[in-house]
């Protein structure tokens, strides 16, 4: 594991945990394009599918950080206050920092709701050169209430993990938010979805939607008979994201 050598945080004051992976010799340079990775809900940087994925930007050339947002894992913060919003928010902070540091050219990959949080920034943010949804939601109140609406606000353990209670901030943050139908119309930056088609958390659905919403531009690579987590597919994902992010940030 190795961080960066800048202070990485929030507009809250809140340190966000990381892993730094550079694809040059030098940790303490910026690199000129670097690959921003962010999680699902309930999740954090370590995940098998983020550290394979990084080791396969590395070997392509292509430097990547990935990251806990804030309230999940070893970041500050409470998950009580976790939201796509407020994840988007955590995300435009760490986009401001890497390009003071020197960062010329900035993609992001985000899996579940870290895919919602991505067509938030993306949206918004012209800065994100790149973007790739990983089994990303896009009908983010029907997946919460579908997943999670059951739960007794304040008491019941999200995907059954400790510290994750389901709470009525992230619920009001998915209700107004819905579906992204209206911020994947505004995605002007390259977009590749992949999924797979027995996603047993966020339907391959999701990722069909959004590329509708997006006018069909965004490219979709569908893995016959993966889940959720690319359990047995994280080759074949890294593979589909390198090849299709590679060419899009040279320089």
Not at 33 to 53: A, F, K, M, N, Y
Not at 168 to 194: H, I, K, M, N
Not at 215 to 242: C, E, K, N, Q, Y
């Amino acid at each position: 594991m190795s961080v960066l050598p800048i202070d990485l945080r929030n507009t809250h004051g809140e340190r966000l945990d990381h892993d730094y992976t550079t694809a040059g010799n030098d940790s303490g340079v910026a690199p000129r394009t670097l690959v921003i990775v962010g999680h699902g809900v309930t999740s954090h940087w370590d995940r098998p599918w983020q550290t394979e994925l990084s080791e396969a930007l590395a070997a392509a050339g292509l430097s990547s950080l990935l990251l806990s947002f804030a309230g999940n894992g070893r970041s500050e913060g409470r998950f009580e206050d976790v939201t796509p919003s407020k994840e988007a928010d955590d995300l435009a902070s760490v986009v401001d920092t890497v390009t003071a540091w020197g960062v010329e050219r900035v993609a992001y990959a985000g899996h579940s709701m870290g895919g919602a949080v991505g067509v938030l920034r993306a949206s918004a943010d012209r800065r994100i050169a790149a973007l790739v949804s990983l089994a990303g939601m896009f009908h983010v109140d029907a997946f919460m209430q579908r997943t999670f609406g059951h739960l007794v606000p304040g008491e019941g353990l999200m995907l059954d993990k400790p510290g994750c209670v389901w709470n009525r901030t992230l619920e009001a943050d998915a209700r107004r938010l819905g579906s992204l139908y209206a911020q994947a119309a505004l995605v002007e930056a390259p977009w590749l979805l992949v999924h797979g088609d027995v996603d047993e958390l966020v339907p391959l659905q999701d990722s069909i939607d959004a590329r509708a919403a997006a006018g069909g531009r965004p490219d979709l690579v569908v893995l016959p008979g993966v889940d959720h987590r690319f359990t047995t597919a994280i080759p074949a994902m890294s593979a589909a994201v390198v090849e299709w992010l590679a060419p899009r940030l040279t320089l």
